[in-house]
């Protein structure tokens, strides 16, 4: 039974492409994120909806695009990839989006290697 | 200045040692704590909240010091199994929904 999964778990893709990485949880939470972990290993967030809202936002290039069809899915596309993109991106998901419930569980990760 | 601030380490220590890692976070409005472990290549995954009063956890102990607002992780009798970074992470404050996760320490426990 996995709780946060995402797809793909490997990506390779030349410049200037486009590419969506799709993220489903099972758990019934109602919050959702988007993490990057670059090659320094720093994990920044870079997304947040609560019930398909958006409510995080941080300085992320706005060739990033996240989309909530519903509470359980959490899709991130990216146009016009770059070398810098590189890195691996994490799906979360917690319940609520304030504390003290905000254990975040985490998807095993989408390694993006842009060429 | 960094929201939340970890040594990078890495801690290279012996089998059996004791070892603990400091985090300090800036928000003081911060309302929520914990300590997450990130395996090599994979995913972080929750090791401890973090409470006022502290708390332990097996050979795990976590403290909260909101005076100076810094956290603590001390882990007794290393075990190799315990090799991993560990990543502060600080929830709330001006920005309720937003966890604000340290860069982590690196631990490498040796035979």
């Known amino acids: 039974d996995t709780a946060v999964s995402q797809t793909p778990k490997y990506l390779v893709t030349q410049m200037g492409n486009d590419k969506s990485i799709k993220c489903e949880q099972n758990l019934g939470h109602d919050t959702m994120y988007w993490y990057k972990q670059d090659s320094k290993k720093f994990l920044k967030i870079m997304f947040s909806y609560n019930n398909k809202e958006l409510i995080i936002n941080e300085t992320v290039p706005n060739r990033f695009s996240p989309k909530s069809p519903d509470k359980a899915h959490l899709n991130l596309h990216i146009n016009s990839l770059e070398l810098g993109d590189s890195a691996v991106y994490f799906c979360a998901s917690s319940h609520g989006q304030g504390p003290p419930n905000t254990e975040a569980f985490f998807g095993q990760g989408t390694r993006l290697t842009v060429v | 200045r960094k929201e939340v601030e970890q040594d990078p380490g890495p801690f290279n220590v012996p089998e059996g040692a004791t070892v603990a890692f400091n985090c300090t976070y800036s928000?003081?409005?911060?309302?929520?704590f914990f300590w997450y472990r990130q395996d090599c290549r994979k995913e972080p995954k929750l090791l401890m909240s973090?409470?006022?009063s502290g708390n332990e956890d097996g050979r795990f102990t976590a403290q909260l010091n909101r005076a100076s607002q810094y956290i603590s992780l001390l882990i007794r009798d290393s075990k190799l199994s315990d090799s991993a970074t560990y990543l502060c992470v600080v929830n709330g404050g001006t920005n309720a929904g937003k966890s604000t996760f340290g860069d982590g320490t690196t631990l490498t426990v040796k035979p």
């Open positions: 973090v409470y006022s």
């Open positions: 928000n003081s409005a911060s309302q929520s």
